[in-house]
């Protein structure tokens, strides 16, 4: 258990929804990150936030968006959605940022299909 | 710019015979290098990591890997494989982004243990 906490585990949506996933960072970890894993694509970055603020950004659809909260919990937000869509997307965190060799912990993600 | 290559998609090996996944790197400049596991349903788990200290790295599960920047290569061993061990193995370069951390994976591994 690497302490990074997803829901919902999955998620069975139509296209053209809007849906939230949510992530909670292990306890302590400043930095959290969000990636998508496709079969097609692998796995992409898509946004880090650090404390509160966004750090960098990724593949990031403009139909995505996200956002970290004063308890560091964070949300991706994923509206209009289509069938590419469909994917395991994962959530991260880490204790600091903006250091190479900083270790990233994923949590067990969430599945979301859109049909 | 910062990626990982590697080579194999997937790997066979029996049960108790050693383990060997290769993976190549491109970077501009001394890098953080990571492996990371994904059993089935699960998350990302780290193996172990590469920080610019001991060349030869050790990691959970018996699993090690060396980083020889002369052949720009981080390949990932073990000397005897567990039924376990069967998942989905990705390689991964840390690079740093404008003050922010991002991972680049490999398109990964699958890890097959035959009894």
């Known amino acids: 258990d690497s302490g990074v906490t997803q829901t919902p585990k999955h998620l069975i949506t139509a296209t053209g929804q809007r849906v939230t996933l949510r992530c909670s960072p292990r306890s302590g970890d400043l930095s959290v990150y969000w990636y998508q894993q496709s079969l097609d694509q692998g796995l992409q970055f898509l946004i880090q936030y650090y ?8 593949n990031i659809l403009e139909r995505f968006s996200a956002q970290q909260f004063p308890d560091l919990h964070s949300e991706l937000n994923l509206s209009s959605l289509e069938l590419g869509d469909s994917a395991l997307y994962f959530c991260a965190s880490s204790v600091r940022t903006g250091v190479a060799g900083n270790t990233i912990y994923f949590g067990e993600g969430s599945w979301l299909t859109v049909v | 710019a910062q990626s990982v290559t590697q080579l194999d998609s997937h790997v066979s090996v029996s049960e108790g015979t050693p383990v060997l996944l290769r993976c190549n790197y491109s970077s501009s400049y001394s890098p953080s290098l990571f492996w990371y596991v994904q059993h089935p349903n699960k998350g990302l788990q780290l193996l172990l990591k590469y920080t610019s200290a001991a060349t030869l790295v050790k990691g959970i599960n018996g699993f090690e890997a060396e980083f020889k920047k002369s052949e720009t290569s981080f390949h990932l061993t073990k000397p005897s494989a567990h039924m376990s061990d069967a998942a989905e193995y990705f390689c991964v ?5 404008q003050g922010a951390q991002k991972l680049v994976f490999g398109q990964g591994t699958r ?3 035959n009894p």
Request: aromatic share 0%; glycine share 12%.
């Open chain 1, 51 to 58: 404390n509160g603020e966004e750090r960098a950004k990724g």
């Open chain 2, 93 to 97: 370069v840390s690079v740093r982004v």
């Open chain 2, 111 to 113: 890890l097959t243990i």
